[in-house]
């Protein structure tokens, strides 16, 4: 699985979400990092047109990423107050940038099947999520969930969930493991933030970090989470020794 020219699924994969806020130096600090995806969070963007959103992802393009870009609605936990209908106007312009590599659409959006339609026009990947911060469904609510992120044409999967016991989180992590997909899964909260680490092992692609304020419950400061990764998988910090200090690797 490829978004962009990042290949997933050999070694762990980071993205970090970013908003316009301190954007060139959150991306040059990305850059020294070596984090590998942009999540463009352009519902958190301080106006939302399109124009802003052309202007936030040709800055991602110049420091040289690929982005999942991301409209998120109040409704599934993100910030856009519009209605449906301008934001499938948005998208077309998200979709048709040279620096969205994917699209992250919600598997409760009435637009998922018109906004696949444009990724796929446009021979991107398509995302399909879905995010539940109260709970963690049962086992065979999750394999009804991840049935039907597949079904509705998903490239890759995406699953959330808050995770209130370490229960919760060991059935996220077996359930996916057995889901036969390209997948992108974490369990939110303190209780399930370890799913960020090792969730390459049951089979996720990607990882979610932050700079300063986390965006959803759990989630791992970036330097904190590289040198976790590093010290697990030792492919992943192999790549990255030349570039970082060896008195990075041994601070968490």
């Not at 998120?72 to 940038?97: A, T």
């Not at 990607?206 to 986390?214: E, I, M, R, V």
Request: charge should be negative.
């Amino acid at each position: 699985m490829q978004i962009g020219t990042v290949e997933l699924g050999r070694e762990p994969a980071v993205i970090v979400a970013l908003s316009d806020e301190s954007l060139k130096e959150n991306l040059e600090k990305a850059r020294r990092l070596r984090i590998d995806l942009v999540e463009a969070r352009l519902d958190l963007l301080a106006e939302v047109t399109p124009e802003t959103i052309r202007e936030f992802l040709d800055t991602v393009a110049d420091f040289g990423f690929y982005a999942v870009s991301t409209l998120r609605p109040v409704w599934e936990g993100g910030k856009f107050k519009g209605d449906e209908s301008e934001r499938l106007k948005l998208f077309n312009e998200i979709v048709k940038h040279p620096a969205t590599g994917a699209v992250d659409v919600e598997l409760r959006s009435s637009l998922l099947p018109d906004v696949a339609s444009m990724v796929r026009e446009e021979r991107k990947k398509l995302i399909v999520s879905y995010h539940d911060f109260e709970k963690t469904p049962s086992e065979p609510e999750i394999e009804e969930i991840l049935n039907r992120c597949r079904e509705a044409g998903a490239d890759i999967v995406k699953v959330a969930f808050m995770g209130k016991s370490q229960e919760d989180a060991a059935r996220v992590c077996c359930v996916l493991y057995r889901f036969n997909h390209p997948k992108i899964f974490m369990v939110m909260g303190e209780v399930g933030s370890f799913t960020r680490v090792v969730g390459f092992s049951f089979g996720s692609l990607l990882t979610y970090t932050f700079f300063g304020k986390p965006v959803a419950p759990g989630q791992i400061e970036a330097e904190r989470l590289i040198k976790l990764l590093s010290n697990l998988y030792p492919s992943y910090r192999k790549k990255r020794e030349k570039f970082l200090s060896e008195e990075f690797f041994q601070l968490i």
